[in-house]
Every structure is written in structure tokens, then in C-alpha cells.
């Protein structure tokens, strides 16, 4: 039985490997498998009964999207890797081709599953009165409806193309998805091959009308252009047809001396359209010759195509996730406003000036950080305001704040990272909109990404100028901020303020900072930190004092942080870490990580937070722990190539949230968690009946009903549950 309560759990016995698993690469996992083995749980949701029937839609909608990233970034690297021929290996001692074979089994069998949930799912929906249907489904008049409909709504937008001679095999672009076409000449029975482009711009399935109670019923709309080829193709008739779907190269190429960053990358944005096609995906009962002529335009191998016997393009069935079907999604929720910010009549400065606030997003609104920056650019005595943006929304109010604050004569500098993975395109659009509001825009480093959370706010009080700061360890991005589980702290520390105001200074000006108090910054001091830390939890081990090491993050796979824990473990440090996605370190091994215990949290909400606490001689919890936030995942690229700040908690109050209430919740979670075993497999025990689970400790659910510690203000503690008391 898997025990994924690791907050009054014993350690299970640890277990005999190999020598060469315990002393060489294969103390590893490998980064690609295990990044599977993430999405395999994600899948795992969408067949889990205890999830709503809509959320497991979203889930499966989900796995499909992830894979697609996956690919087109990931698996392209390994692609180019093996085509180059360059020598290098990965942690775990592989070549890119032995990857290659390894993923393409594995993903092959995570597609067919994503098949086998969504049949399951399809026929539950159908009986929750919710159907997809196909074009041999229909009646006369969904036919006559549907016709009127591809009138008005498609046809204008559809673009087909012949194949021949003088119309060679048209360029489709990365995600292009489009049906493939044998048609036959009335007239003459001239044969013509074609290719219709289904279009990205309007809704993939249709919605059929019906009056107000009655079924929902959709048409995907491949379907739609198969019940209307006569209108496309007048005077043919079809003779076969198969769809398929492309995925191209979409990992970026900037010129490292390109002298205007921002048109070097519109120009990259366009380039990532035309990658190299790298997966293809197509009808299983695709005519011979179809096939054939596309994977030969296409330049793909029989290994790159995935024959899909079920529905193409699963990441769209997210447009069956009906808001209007409350009853099959989520119970509704509404993030808390925190009561010491009411208290204040909403001031977001009076609240920070009486002490430092953390604020635990999506159970404390976003909305206070959004606060926070409208109301510096309203107040007359704030006189500057410097932000970092890695991912915003469309219309972000962040940039709607910022924009104000320098229309109104305030210095506004905002760091736009145009590194920001497929947000390229909407963070140019923002830096164009921030200069013409009158804001310092710059963009950082080519070389490092700045993926540092940081905002600061400079206010005149009194003869006084006084640094408010917001550090994130999410993204100033209030649509996900819905979604991700996320820390805001709000600070007028003037030594943070100092740090943060040096980091900016090092991001406009290049300068190297020096002399920071309280933060530790990436790919400088950050990881040198870590590692500091890691080693004096094992120091204290040798000498007979309590050490313990509580971290969680998405992504573990840095080999020099995860050699330190093993050494950490050897010294007899116990160390529980929670680790969302990827995780490279192998625990519970006999002489490399006996001591050490990895969980994976997957449920409503995006575990996304990182936080790291120390025992300190004190062990855990306790109050002389030393606790840390941080931007910063525990990767290669957050340690060595990426601006990330690690900054550590000091006010009691706070201290007490994250090691009692958020650290100590996400380690007694038994409903969401897995648990990492020694060989790489992820085990859940849900319990033995089906009612079973409704009694395990969700953390979700505790952090929904339960109000934070921080931020409390009037309301006092009082109603307020630590799962960890913290020693003294």
C-alpha cells in the first residue's frame, strides 16, 4: 500500500538496487520519460471517477495539448540532436537516438489511451445529455440547419486546394489540420486530388440547434465540410479522404548580435510557422495513395506518423466544456478577499505597512496584486513603478496599470521577456503598447531568460521615499492566476526593496549586482545557495541534531542539486519533496536516497508554487526553520540560464502559513498525490471501494474551505488551522 501521507507517515523501507543504478548516470531518471510519466497522470484524471465528467474533458483536452508542446519543443531538440550528430548524452546516459525510441513507444501508448478515455468519456456524455455526433447522424432538418450555417459561417473562410502540376502540395503550418481528398469529375471522371485547410479561426465542433432543456449536440467540423463537398468542389464527387494534422519544429532561433531584439524575433515567430514537420498524424483507413503523397510532401519517415483510429486533434474537445453544465463541472468557487486589506478599506499600502502579507493565489484573489499596481499608477505620491512581465494575458490589466501610471508622468520601467515560450508574439504587442504609453520598456538578456516575478513601487511619505515589493512565484497572468496555485508576497522590507531595485538595475543596465541583503538571484548566486544550504542541513545531520529539508516545485532535474540531496540523505537528513512534473531524483534507494520521499500533487488546481524550508538544526516544522520562496524550478536552465530570485521569509506570521498550512497540507494530501517509487513508476492508492476517497485529505479542498494565516487582520487567527504546529 502506497502512503502518500508524508506528513505523519514512517519512511518505507528502502530498497536494493544494481550498482551501476545507484553510482552511475542511472541514479537519473531520464528528463523525457519522466516528463511522460507527468502526463500520464494528467491522462490518469480524466478516467477518475471522482472528478466531475467535464473536468475529466478538460483533463484529456489537456494531456493532448501538453504532448503537442512536448513534441514540438522537446522531442524537435532530440531530432536535431541525433541529426547533427553531436555527442551528447543525457543525465541518465542516453544518446538523443535511444530517447527517440524510448519516447516514440511511450508516447504511442499515451496517445491510444488518450482514444480509450475519450470512447469512455464520449458515451458518458452522451448520457448526460451532451452528444458529438457524425454527419450519418443526422436529420433532415440538422441538415437544412447545418447547411445554412456552413453558408454563412464557413464557407467564406475556407480556402481549398487542388493538387497538381500547376498547384504543387500547398504549405500547411504548425497544428494545421486538414482533410485530404480523392475526388472524381462528374462530367468526364477526371481524377483530382485536393486539400482542404479546416480552419483554426472558428469553433472545431458545431453546435446543432435544439430547443432550451433538450440535448446539447455538436458536429465536428471536418464532418460539416464532408456533408457540404458539393458546395466546395461542384461537379466532383468523392471518391476517398482521410484528415490529418502536422507538427512542426516550434523551438526558437534568435541571432545572438541581433540588433533589434524585437524585430529578431518577429522574424523567429514567422520561422517557427515553416519548422520541420516532426509527428503527423492521420486517419487509420486513409486511402493508400493519400498517404502516401502526403507523407512524401511532408519529407516524413514511417516512424513520424501516428495512425489514429478515433477522433484527430483531441486538445479541441476543450470546447465541450460547457460553462452553461454546472452540474458536471467543479462546485463554483470564489477566491477570498484578505480580511487585513478590508480592514485597511481596501489600501493595499496601509495593509503592507502594517506587516508583511502572503497571499496563496487562486484562494486569495489575484486581484490584489492588480490592486496593487492600479492603485501606484492612481496615487500621486508614488513616483515610480518597475515591473517584470514573463507571461500577461491578452488584456492585461498589469500593462492597462502600467500604461496609466506613465501617461500620468510617473518613471515606469517594465522587463518584458520576449523569451516567454509561445507568448512571444502577445509580449511584443505588450512592449509596443507599453512605449507608447511613455514606459522605459527593455528586454533583458539574450542569452538568460529573466523568469524573475519582481514588481516594485516607489512611494513618497513624508520626507521618506519608501520600496513596496511584490515577489510572485507565478506569473503576472490573472486568467491563470485562476487556475495556478501561486504565492504573492507584499513587502515594504527596505532591504528587499533594495535587492529587488538592484535586480532592475542589473536588467536595464547590465550591471552585476552586488551586495544583496536578502536575496539570492539566478544564474549567480541562486543555485551556489542552494547548494550552501543543502550541505549545512547535512552538516547538522553528522553532528547529531534534527535535519530535515521540506521543498516543493514543478520540476526537479538538476544534477548537481539532486547529488547534494543524496548526500544530504546519506547523512541521514530526511527530505519530503513535492514535485508536480518532472523529477529526475530516484528515491528510497539503499545508500543513495533512503531518507528521501517524492510525491507528485495533480487535481483542480495547477500545483505551481516553490517554496523550500530548512530545519536548521530545529528540524520540521518549526519555527527557527529557514523558509524560502522562489520563481525558480530546480532545472539547469532556472539555475544557469535563467534570471530567478530565491527570497527568504522572515516575518513570523508568514513563516508560519507556508511551513504549517500550505508546506504541511501539500504533504498530507492523499487524494491528489502519487507517490515516486525507486524504479520510476508513480503509485495512488485512492483506497479499496469508491467511497473510499471522498475521506482522504485533499489539500485543495483544505485550502478552499480554511482561511490563510497571513492577511488574517482583524478577523484574528483564531479560526485559522495549522495541520503543523511549529516548534519553538
Not at 525510441?101 to 448520457?127: D, G, K, T
Not at 471522371?189 to 479546416?198: D, Q
Not at 510532401?297 to 474537445?317: F, Q, W
Request: glycine share 6%; net charge neutral.
Amino acid at each position: 500500500m502506497t502512503n502518500a501521507d508524508f506528513l505523519v507517515s514512517p519512511l518505507p523501507d528502502p530498497v536494493e538496487l544494481p550498482a551501476d543504478e545507484v553510482a552511475g548516470p542511472r541514479r537519473f531518471f531520464n528528463r523525457e520519460l519522466s516528463w511522460l510519466a507527468f502526463n500520464w497522470r494528467v491522462l490518469e484524471e480524466a478516467a477518475n471517477p471522482r472528478v466531475p465528467l467535464l473536468e475529466r474533458l478538460r483533463f484529456l483536452s489537456i494531456s493532448a495539448t501538453n504532448l503537442d508542446e512536448f513534441y514540438t519543443v522537446r522531442v524537435a531538440g532530440l531530432r536535431e540532436l541525433k541529426r547533427t550528430g553531436k555527442p551528447s548524452l543525457s543525465e541518465d546516459g542516453r544518446t538523443a537516438a535511444e530517447q527517440l525510441v524510448l519516447i516514440n513507444a511511450e508516447a504511442r501508448r499515451l496517445m491510444a489511451e488518450q482514444q480509450a478515455v475519450w470512447n469512455a468519456l464520449e458515451a458518458e456524455m452522451e448520457a448526460a445529455g451532451i452528444a458529438l455526433l457524425s454527419r450519418r447522424k443526422l436529420g433532415k432538418r440538422d441538415e437544412k440547419a447545418l447547411s445554412e450555417h456552413f453558408l454563412a459561417q464557413v464557407f467564406p473562410v475556407l480556402s481549398p486546394l487542388a493538387i497538381d502540376p500547376a498547384h504543387p502540395f500547398p504549405f500547411i503550418p504548425n497544428a494545421g489540420f486538414c482533410l485530404a481528398l480523392e475526388l472524381e469529375r462528374s462530367a468526364d471522371l477526371r481524377p483530382l486530388k485536393a486539400l482542404l485547410p479546416i480552419p483554426q479561426q472558428i469553433a472545431r465542433f458545431v453546435r446543432l440547434p435544439g430547443a432550451a432543456g433538450e440535448a446539447a449536440r455538436f458536429l465536428p467540423l471536418e464532418e460539416l465540410l464532408l456533408l457540404n463537398l458539393g458546395q466546395i468542389f461542384p461537379g466532383y464527387t468523392m471518391k476517398g479522404h482521410c484528415a490529418f494534422r502536422v507538427l512542426r519544429d516550434s523551438d526558437l532561433e534568435v541571432e545572438d548580435e541581433a540588433e533589434d531584439l524585437v524585430r529578431e524575433f518577429e522574424v523567429a515567430l514567422k520561422r517557427r510557422r515553416r519548422g520541420e514537420v516532426i509527428r503527423l498524424k492521420i486517419s487509420a483507413d486513409a486511402p493508400q495513395a493519400l498517404r502516401t503523397l502526403i507523407m512524401h510532401e511532408l519529407g516524413v519517415a514511417e516512424d513520424e506518423v501516428v495512425e489514429v483510429r478515433g477522433l484527430i486533434g483531441i486538445a479541441d474537445l476543450r470546447e465541450l466544456v460547457l460553462d452553461e453544465r454546472r452540474d458536471l463541472l467543479w462546485p463554483p468557487f470564489t477566491p477570498r478577499v484578505p480580511e487585513r486589506v478590508q480592514d485597511h478599506d481596501g489600501d493595499m499600502f496601509a495593509a503592507i505597512r502594517q506587516k508583511d502579507m502572503l497571499l496563496h493565489h487562486p484562494y486569495e484573489t489575484f486581484d490584489m496584486v492588480i490592486r496593487f499596481l492600479s492603485q501606484a499608477a492612481a496615487d500621486p505620491d508614488v513616483l515610480a513603478i518597475k515591473q517584470t512581465l514573463y507571461r500577461t494575458s491578452r488584456d492585461s490589466p498589469i500593462v492597462d496599470a502600467l500604461c496609466e501610471a506613465a501617461e500620468a508622468g510617473k518613471s515606469v520601467t517594465a522587463l518584458v521577456e520576449l523569451k516567454a515560450r509561445f507568448d512571444e508574439a502577445a509580449n511584443i504587442r505588450q512592449s509596443r503598447r507599453l512605449e507608447r504609453a511613455g514606459a522605459h520598456v527593455v528586454y533583458g538578456f539574450i542569452h538568460y531568460k529573466t523568469h524573475a516575478k519582481i514588481s516594485t513601487v516607489v512611494r513618497r511619505e513624508g520626507d521618506q521615499l519608501v520600496t513596496y515589493t511584490h515577489f510572485g512565484t507565478g506569473n503576472y497572468h490573472p486568467i491563470t492566476a485562476r487556475i495556478y496555485t501561486d504565492l504573492s508576497l507584499f513587502t515594504c522590507d527596505a532591504a528587499l526593496g533594495r535587492d529587488a531595485t538592484t535586480v532592475f538595475n542589473c536588467l536595464s543596465g547590465y550591471a552585476q549586482p552586488e551586495g544583496l541583503e536578502n536575496l539570492a538571484i539566478s544564474p549567480i548566486t541562486l543555485k551556489p545557495r542552494l547548494l550552501e544550504l543543502i550541505a549545512r542541513e547535512a552538516d547538522l545531520a553528522r553532528a547529531g541534531q534534527p535535519a530535515r529539508i521540506w521543498a516543493k516545485m514543478n520540476s526537479l532535474i538538476e544534477p548537481d542539486v539532486i547529488d547534494a540531496l543524496y548526500d544530504a540523505s546519506r547523512a541521514g537528513v530526511r527530505i519530503d519533496l513535492v514535485v508536480r512534473g518532472i523529477c529526475g531524483l530516484r528515491p528510497g534507494v539503499r545508500g543513495l536516497s533512503e531518507t528521501i520521499r517524492v510525491k507528485s500533487v495533480v487535481g483542480r488546481f495547477l500545483e505551481h508554487s516553490r517554496i523550500v524550508c530548512f530545519g536548521n538544526g530545529h528540524g520540521l516544522p518549526s519555527r527557527k526553520a529557514r523558509v524560502f520562496i522562489s520563481s525558480a524550478d530546480w532545472m539547469g536552465r532556472n539555475l544557469s540560464r535563467r534570471v530567478e530570485t530565491l527570497v527568504e521569509i522572515h516575518n513570523d506570521t508568514v513563516k508560519a502559513q507556508i511551513v504549517g498550512q500550505i508546506m504541511a497540507a501539500n504533504l498530507a494530501d492523499a487524494a491528489q498525490s502519487w507517490v515516486l517509487a525507486a524504479d520510476g513508476s508513480y503509485r495512488r492508492d485512492l483506497g479499496a471501494d469508491g467511497d473510499a476517497g471522498r475521506a482522504l485529505f485533499n489539500c485543495h479542498r483544505f485550502f478552499m474551505e480554511n482561511p490563510s494565516l497571513s492577511g488574517r487582520g482583524s478577523a484574528g487567527a483564531g479560526d485559522v488551522p495549522l495541520l503543523a504546529r511549529l516548534a519553538d
